[in-house]
């Protein structure tokens, strides 16, 4: 790529959607906000979506008057809420940060650079765990994705890839709305998660040929994962959730062929990583390991369960229904 093109793409405009949903983030909520403001590409805009939390959304309209903070006029949900976040920009891209995340230096600048391609629908970047208290030791790196942060196999540069996430991720808005934004029947509501953005991403990268989605390394953020979210209960449940939710997104996008990735992680990451901490754990005798390959295993049997729940929720509502009609 030239330095004329580079240079065109540095300064494409770019809007910062940031949703929220809870006074109890409002530390991280404005730690998030100025890691944006700080980044060396200013956005044309920092659009604050409030999810139907009224009292919230005055407290951010008195303490924030310079930039847009808006309710969610929609379902709520992290779907209803960055698609309304979408709906207050003005920018051909729009970037998404959770609240709970922080940009670091030159974050913007990476996830923009690549739009100079006329191609590339979307963009990700790297996360980090910001762990509030002591990453467990018998946490495996493979499974970060459960805490919300990269996990173990993904590429180390820049590369075209199926999905991104959207506590990290910049989309062109013509192509963002013209499928429509998130699900809102498919996403994060309370406790429950689904993999509304993968979703998102499927239905980008089929929304015109030789659409291009591009995981870029060099966008950093880290994302907090508070204490709640470091316990073997935590990670199995959000496991299983994630198993109920792949097989529903394969159901939505047509086909298991949207989960090659998947297939993949399942194939080769898993496998590996549990062939290396059985070995590390027999050779040091290291029960850490040991307990990492463990979790392994109990992550993949919860998603496998969450899986299986939904398969059987599925073909169940079918038989009772007029002639299996269902959408």
Known sequence: MSQDQKTSSVALPVSVVIACHSQRRLSHLRAAIASVQAQDLKPEEIVITVDHEPELYRMLCDEFPDLIVVENELSRGASGNRNTGVRHCTSPLVAFLDDDARARPGWLAALVEPFADPLVVCTGGYVAAAWESEEPRWFPP???????????????????????????????????????????????????????????????????????????????????????????????????FEGRGKVELARINAGNDDLTDEQAFLRHTIPVGLARYVRRGVVRRDGNELRRAAALIGGVGAAAIGGAVSLVSRRTVLRRSPAGLVT
């Open 142 to 240: 493979e499974f970060a994705w459960v805490v919300g942060a990269s996990h173990l196999g993904l590429p180390v540069t820049k590369a075209s890839v199926r999905n991104v996430w959207s506590e990290n991720m910049a989309v062109r808005s013509d192509v963002f709305s013209s499928v429509e934004g998130f699900r809102l029947d498919f996403g994060k509501v309370g406790t429950v998660s689904r993999p509304e953005d993968t979703d998102l991403c499927i239905r980008m990268g089929k929304s015109l040929p030789g659409a291009s989605l591009l995981f870029v390394p060099d966008a950093v953020v880290d994302h907090h994962v508070g204490v709640e979210r470091t316990s073997l209960s935590f990670f199995l449940r959000r496991s299983y």
